[in-house]
């Protein structure tokens, strides 16, 4: 049977094996032991290659659909309203309520959350319900955190998303029923605020323009004091 080659360049008297835009010239004639075994070998690592190209294709695919499943009242939602709100966006001739250093710090944090899977997790934690989170799953994300990234990307979110539970007050969609600030009692206060204005209740009425108090945490496993930028995490 006459053998089938695929990515074949044959220039000049020469022939090459050709893919992708490189090429590697072939040995002896075509057909000869010595043309086939150096084909064989390169043909088979194409192959392979190509496998794993499909294979982070699907991932993606498969990440992206996940990362659809978000909606009204999930972390990334109320994320994007922050994101939009008089803390980061000036308003009636006010500047923005947050300084451009404290925003230099939390947006790309905000962002990430909302893009980025932590390996052990279906989805962002931007998906999830935020009226579903409970202190166990808090405490539990957060460790998350800190152990495949840094202990400051663990304060930083906390330090977020208790300030995202304040926010979230002010909409009808946010409904966590008796639930109290789940991230609230997690770590000891401490006194070294990292948004402008202070002299605020920890609730956040519809009607209020100040931002909810910001507090920075220790705990066992948050231990740094400054604050992080964005957590390179990727999907796992």
């Not at 939390?106 to 899977?117: A, G, I, K, N």
């Not at 052990?120 to 998906?127: C, H, L, Q, R, V």
């Not at 990234?149 to 304040?166: D, K, Y």
């Not at 990292?194 to 920075?216: D, V, W």
Request: glycine share 6%.
């Amino acid at each position: 049977m006459k053998k089938h080659y695929k990515y074949l360049d044959e220039t000049l008297g020469y022939i090459y094996f050709r893919l992708n835009g490189k090429r590697i010239a072939l040995p002896g004639t075509k057909g000869s032991p010595e043309f086939d075994a150096a084909y064989d070998k390169l043909f088979a690592e194409a192959q392979r290659t190509k496998a794993v190209r499909q294979q982070e294709s699907k991932r993606r695919t498969e990440q992206r659909e996940r990362n659809a499943k978000g909606g009204v009242a999930s972390v990334e939602w109320f994320i994007q309203k922050f994101l939009a709100s008089e803390f980061f966006v000036g308003q009636h001739d006010k500047a923005a309520i947050f300084a451009p250093g404290t925003q230099r710090n939390y947006r790309p944090v905000l962002e990430r959350m909302c893009l980025d899977t932590m390996r052990g997790m279906a989805a962002p934690i931007g998906k999830a319900r935020l009226a579903d989170f409970t202190p166990k799953t808090a405490r539990t994300y957060l460790h998350k955190v800190a152990e495949h990234c840094r202990p400051t990307v663990a304060r930083t979110q906390l330090i977020l998303l208790s300030n995202l539970w304040h926010f979230a007050m002010r909409f009808d969609e946010f409904d966590p029923g008796a639930q109290t600030n789940p991230f609230a009692g997690i770590g000891e206060r401490r006194s070294t605020p990292l948004s402008r204005n202070t002299n605020h209740g920890p609730k956040m009425s519809s009607s209020a323009s100040s931002p909810p108090a910001t507090r920075t945490y220790t705990s066992r496993f948050i231990c740094c004091s400054a604050p992080a930028n964005a957590c390179p995490m990727s999907a796992r």
